[in-house]
């Protein structure tokens, strides 16, 4: 079993940035894949971004040159450092592993979840 815990949301400007972070209770290194994801309402959860452990990373077309996923394995921990915030950005950001499989994309194929924090980004 892996417990989660994200950390860094909040209310923010359009315009600003700011720092998500996953600790893991297990270590990272064992982790195929770590992600994040978001969940707006009334919308489907979609990929945001995922690192696999080889250090690939990939970013859905919305972020590309304004967020950057990172992973400490020392620590344990993802992040996600989300800057040029826009209202659209708003969403419940929940971050998750593949134990398994480097690539996943689908929630579905994901093992374990966080509890999710919330960023609102005001206009």
């Known amino acids: 079993q892996v417990q989660l815990v994200e950390s860094g949301g909040g209310l923010v400007q359009a315009g600003g940035s700011l720092r998500l972070s996953c600790a893991a209770s297990?270590?990272?290194?064992?982790?195929?894949?770590m992600a994040w994801f978001r969940q707006a309402p009334g919308k489907e959860r979609e990929l945001v971004a995922r690192?696999?452990?080889?250090?690939?990373?990939y970013y859905t077309d919305s972020v590309k040159g304004r967020f950057t996923i990172s992973r400490d394995n020392a620590k344990n921990t993802l992040y996600l450092q989300m800057n040029s915030l826009k209202p659209e950005d708003t969403a419940v950001y929940y971050c998750?592993?593949?134990?398994?499989?480097?690539?996943?994309?689908?929630?579905?194929?994901?093992?374990?979840w966080g509890q999710g924090t919330q960023v609102t980004v005001s206009s």
């Open positions: 690192i696999n452990n080889a250090g690939s990373t």
């Open positions: 998750a592993v593949d134990t398994l499989n480097p690539w996943s994309v689908a929630p579905s194929s994901y093992d374990y």
């Open positions: 297990r270590r990272t290194f064992s982790f195929a894949v």
